[in-house]
């Protein structure tokens, strides 16, 4: 079988874990601040705080803006439920726009369509690890006042050039970007978030929002010489990451311009052999993009049964995933109204498929993946 991912975790990652074990603090402690601190130099943000996954790193960012009942947030449909479910956790109301076909991320020109006096936020997100056009959604957000979080769930070690510069994705351009660290990610801590900032405040707020409230965190009461008590000052959350997962976490981002290389390379493969078959729609990077290729997604034909070539190719032993989901078209958003047309977001989920792609990936499966492609295509 040649599965749809395959997370790269080898020794390195099984002795960080056992001495996180056997330091015998494996809630969130010293090695999270490491993790924390070795993030943020790498992307290149002032402050990095680590949670329990992307979905509750989203919620925080919403809840820190103070963001809740009465205000909308403008985002894809085409993405996770996860995005659409965050706002819908503050109580806002998530107002769906289009994609563009090619890149499969938010249309920066329906956005600007979008915005009401009620919007409070636009969530971006950088779809499979393809950053979206930061460049006029930033611009948008200033000029109209309201905040730009990034949904970077998928987008660890993507990077974009900004006025000429190359810069790691997570590097603030909006107020928050929001990492996951899922197994299907391109680095895994198995579950676990980050949150990224340059505004000192807002991260004090996810700190404080992530461990209920807390006005002391545990490290610092243990750590000190005196007993003190703490204060719980709003209403928080459990969010943390424990120890454990930082101590891989810490060992996944030294391998993390090898993976990004790596999957970069099936990506290429993959566009020299498939990019002269009629009718197939192959991903678009742009110039000012570099992806992480975190999913490599294809377009159909239309004459094609989605369904039914998945099958093919599993029975063939290529496990493959349909295009990203509409969140619109689920039961918990299918009954609001939606303002604007998202027929863009509704082929790409009904016509496009997920290939195999992660670091491990030979020659000859991508060939065996390509081979088996292309017969359904000409069958």
């Known amino acids: ?27 969130q402690g010293p090695q999270v601040t490491a993790f924390e601190q070795e993030f943020a130099a790498l992307v290149g943000a002032p402050f990095a705080c680590a949670v329990s996954n992307c979905t509750t790193a989203l919620q925080l960012a919403l809840a ?8 909308e947030v403008i985002t894809a449909s085409h993405s996770f439920i996860a995005t659409a479910n965050s706002i819908r956790y503050q109580g ?17 020109a ?55 510069e190359w810069e790691r994705i997570g590097k603030p351009h909006g107020r928050i970007a929001c990492f996951s660290f899922h197994p299907r990610k391109v680095i895994t801590t198995g579950e676990g978030g980050m949150l990224t900032t340059a505004d000192p405040e807002l991260d004090r707020k996810f700190r404080l929002l992530r461990q209920h409230g807390m006005s002391i965190p545990d490290t610092v009461r243990h750590g000190s010489p005196q007993v003190l008590f703490e ?11 424990t120890d454990i997962q930082a101590a891989v976490g810490r060992k996944q981002l030294e391998r993390l311009p090898e993976l990004v290389a790596r999957r970069r390379a099936v990506a290429l493969g993959y566009a020299e052999l498939l990019g002269n078959l009629e009718g ?15 999913s490599y997604c294809v377009r159909l034909p239309d004459r094609l049964d989605q369904k039914g070539v998945m099958q093919t190719l599993l029975d063939q032993g290529i496990a493959t995933r349909r295009g ?3 969140a619109h078209r689920e039961a918990p958003y299918a009954a609001e109204s939606h303002r604007h047309q998202l027929r863009q977001s509704e082929l790409a989920q009904d016509h496009s498929i997920l290939l195999p792609i992660y670091a491990q990936m030979t020659e000859d499966d991508l060939r065996y993946v390509v081979n088996a492609l292309t017969r359904v295509l000409y069958r």
Request: proline fraction near 6%; glycine fraction near 6%.
């Open 92 to 108: 806002a109301t998530p107002v769906f726009v289009d994609i563009d076909p090619e890149t499969y991320n938010i249309d920066s």
């Open 324 to 326: 990203i989901m509409c």
């Open 231 to 241: 204060d719980y000052l709003v209403v928080g959350y459990n969010f943390r990451m």
């Open 110 to 164: 329906q956005v600007m369509d979008a915005i009401t006096h009620r919007t409070r936020a636009i969530i971006a997100v950088h779809q499979m690890g393809i950053p979206c056009d930061l460049a006029a959604l930033t611009a948008i957000a200033k000029r109209r006042g309201i905040a730009l979080i990034e949904d970077a769930a998928c987008a660890a070690g993507s990077e974009i050039s900004i006025d000429g």
């Open 64 to 71: 820190a803006l103070d963001i809740g009942p009465g205000d």
């Open 1 to 27: 079988m040649i599965p749809i991912a395959l997370p790269l975790l080898a020794h390195e990652e099984a002795e960080a874990a056992r001495a996180a074990v056997l330091s015998g603090w494996v809630s």
């Open 280 to 294: 197939l729609r192959l991903p678009a990077e742009p110039a000012w993009a570099r992806s992480n290729w975190q």
